[in-house]
């Protein structure tokens, strides 16, 4: 890493002999001290240091860095190769746990625990989300800063697509950009066509319904970019990261006249470290409200129960959480036509030629992840009867989901077995399809002591609706013509086989969000629309969990976007 920012690990036993602030030894004092070295807090982090006011910023992160690790290093550089990183010391995994009324199924939803966060464990999919979530987002909240058109410049900080725009940090490109060359390309397009989809030009211009081609975080050498490029790539002197080191709480300070409790310390296994002006927690959906509920921010009967001391009641903290569920659908490729697939890359003999083009022009399969086509699908007509008439219907619930410009389900298709682990890599190889409900209704609340999450992924009879409707697209594409002579046929399942297919492979896309939700005009949430936590001074959220709505995105490039505002709004508030 560059000599900015300076980079301190509590592995090194010189970095702590005595914990900061005891035994006499001093307390560190930051002007901002941001929690968590994801997308947000990297983002938010290194611009708050780029601030010409010079402040001084301290980045705090619970994992170690990639550098630390050099057998995962290499991992980390492949989209392709992200899987072998789940459950290593750079994943979190949080435990699911309660009655899913549906599936019944114990998920172990992956997180990055590492300087970077999940961008070093996620498959490098860039979308930035339709035009309709960000306009309704600034309608809802009354802050046209999170408006469509105020999100495009916030995106071009963000992005490096081509040399005319290389102000951005993280590397973008299209795979029409990225010569992969996939053996499929065109008989996959073809398919989408023939299940009646519209080509898109740009699946990130806004406007989202159709199919188009996958954008992702990868340089044009062929390796992923992560939010330590924010790091990487700034000289601001005033930016200091400590790695391996956890925030467990934040300590506040007695009333101030408006009777505000003011949070100024935060307080790690190395000591407490205190914030002159504020503390951010970037933590992720998760750890962000899990840290609130620890330090006595949440709801105050659920706070009591834990015997927390309640700093401020504050009941959405935790509750909200909504993510995006997934089902896979595989097709065989017959047994002559097997080629080009993730399958081949279990052998030697067929990951020679891939490994061959990928060392020697960074190209190719091996280059980024085996999926090439999205496809982008509104439901509002199917959805509408259902939500109607359904009496627990909410108003937001109504104003969220029963629009016409944003998609409620997505899909994609892979040249290869899909997201779980192949069944047979040696036998057969696979095109696949991954079938998302990007809009569900089920909330999942989380539980405050371990971060558990109440999974309940498809409760709601709409969320069903929703996959049913996918997973049946799904088989049409695969049977459509284009794919007649390549794939073994399988028989479009009825309804009730459809369900327990569902059932069985219902997982999640770890795209979490909305467990510390910004106040909207129906919510009083967790934080206002300039990522203030309510009831309390000196104290914001800004990553994902504060999204008020499921979006219809992939989720890091609005947490970069949310650590960009953040920067904006603070610097605002301390000029
Ligand atoms: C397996 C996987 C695949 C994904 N695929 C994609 C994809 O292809 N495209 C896409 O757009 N999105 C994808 N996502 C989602 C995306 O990566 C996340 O939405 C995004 O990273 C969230 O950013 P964040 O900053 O809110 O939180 P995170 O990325 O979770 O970062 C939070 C950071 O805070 C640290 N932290 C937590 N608690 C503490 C604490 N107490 N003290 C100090 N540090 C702490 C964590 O270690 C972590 O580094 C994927 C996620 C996963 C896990």
Same mark, same amino acid.
């Given at each position: 890493m560059s000599a900015n920012p300076r980079v301190y690990s509590a592995h090194h036993s010189a970095f702590v002999k005595t914990k900061f602030g005891e035994d006499g030894a001093s307390t560190p004092e930051f002007d901002f001290i941001v929690v968590g070295g994801g997308p947000a807090g990297c983002a938010l982090g290194t611009r708050l240091a780029e601030n010409p006011a010079g402040y001084s910023v301290l980045l705090v992160e619970q994992g170690t860095t990639v550098e630390q690790n050099p057998e995962l290093q290499n991992l980390i550089r492949l989209p392709l190769l992200t899987r072998s990183l789940h459950g290593s010391s750079f994943d979190v995994q949080y435990p699911t746990i309660g009655e899913n009324q549906f599936a019944h199924r114990e998920l172990k939803i992956n997180s990055g625990k590492v300087l970077g966060g999940s961008t070093c464990i996620n498959w490098a999919i860039w979308t930035r989300g339709p035009k309709d979530d960000y306009d309704l987002w600034a309608r809802l909240t009354g802050n046209q800063e999170f408006s469509w058109d105020a999100m495009l410049p916030t995106f071009d900080r963000i992005e490096r697509q081509t040399a005319e725009r290389s102000e951005g940090r993280i590397s973008i490109r299209s795979s029409c950009q990225s010569p992969r060359d996939n053996y499929w390309s065109s008989t996959a397009a073809l398919s989408l066509e023939q299940a009646g989809l519209q080509r898109l030009e740009n699946i990130n211009d806004g406007a989202m319904l159709g199919y188009g081609e996958l954008v992702e975080n990868v340089s044009a050498g062929g390796e992923r970019a992560t939010a330590n490029d924010y790091l990487k790539q700034t000289s601001a002197a005033g930016l200091e990261v400590w790695t391996a080191v956890r925030v467990e709480k934040v300590l506040f300070e007695d009333a101030t006249e408006d009777g505000k409790k003011r949070a100024v310390c935060v307080s790690t296994h190395v000591g407490t470290v205190r914030?002159?002006?504020?503390?951010?927690?970037?933590?992720?959906?998760?750890? =962000?409200?899990?840290?609130?509920?620890?330090?006595?921010?949440?709801?105050q009967s659920q706070l009591e129960s834990y015997r927390i001391p309640v700093i401020h009641n504050l009941p959405e903290v935790g509750q909200n959480l909504w993510e995006h569920p997934v089902v896979d659908i595989r097709f065989k490729l017959r047994p002559e036509k097997r080629r080009d697939t993730a399958e081949d890359l279990a052998s030697i003999r067929t990951a020679g030629?891939?490994?061959?083009?990928?060392?020697?022009?960074?190209?190719?399969?091996?280059?980024?992840?085996?999926?090439?086509?999205?496809t982008f699908t509104n439901l509002k007509e199917k959805i509408e009867p259902s939500l109607s008439q359904d009496p627990s219907t909410t108003e937001y619930e109504k104003t969220t989901l029963l629009r016409t410009a944003i998609p409620h389900v997505e899909q994609f298709l892979h040249y290869g077995h899909g997201l779980a682990?192949?069944?047979?890599?040696?036998?057969? $190889?696979?095109? $696949?399809?991954s079938n998302v409900v990007l809009t569900p209704r089920s909330p999942d609340p989380i539980?405050?002591?371990?971060?558990?999450?109440?999974?309940?992924?498809?409760?709601?009879?709409?969320?069903?609706?929703?996959?049913?409707?996918v997973v049946e697209k799904a088989y049409d594409v695969l049977s459509s013509k284009a794919w007649e002579d390549f794939l073994e046929p399988q028989e479009k399942p009825d309804r009730e086989t459809v369900l327990d297919i569902i059932k069985e492979r219902l997982t999640t896309l770890w795209h979490l969000g909305g467990t510390c939700a910004m106040e #909207? =005009?129906?919510? #009083?949430?967790?934080?206002? $629309? =300039?990522?203030?936590?309510?009831?309390?001074?000196?104290?914001?959220?800004?990553? #994902? $969990?504060?999204?008020?709505?499921?979006? =219809?995105?992939? #989720?890091?490039?609005?947490?970069?976007?949310?650590?960009e505002k953040a920067a904006v709004f603070i610097g605002q508030d301390h000029l």
């Open positions: 914030a002159r002006k504020e503390i951010i927690l970037c933590a992720g959906a998760v750890q =962000s409200p899990h840290i609130l509920l620890l330090s006595g921010i949440g709801p030629r891939h490994l061959d083009k990928w060392a020697n022009e960074g190209q190719g399969l091996i280059s980024g992840i085996p999926v090439e086509w999205f682990a192949a069944p047979d890599p040696f036998q057969s $190889s696979y095109i $696949s399809m539980n405050p002591r371990i971060p558990r999450i109440e999974v309940n992924q498809l409760k709601e009879e709409v969320d069903r609706e929703m996959m049913i409707a #909207t =005009s129906y919510n #009083t949430g967790v934080v206002d $629309s =300039s990522f203030r936590v309510h009831g309390v001074q000196g104290l914001r959220v800004a990553d #994902t $969990s504060i999204i008020p709505f499921p979006i =219809s995105a992939h #989720t890091q490039a609005v947490a970069y976007a949310i650590g």
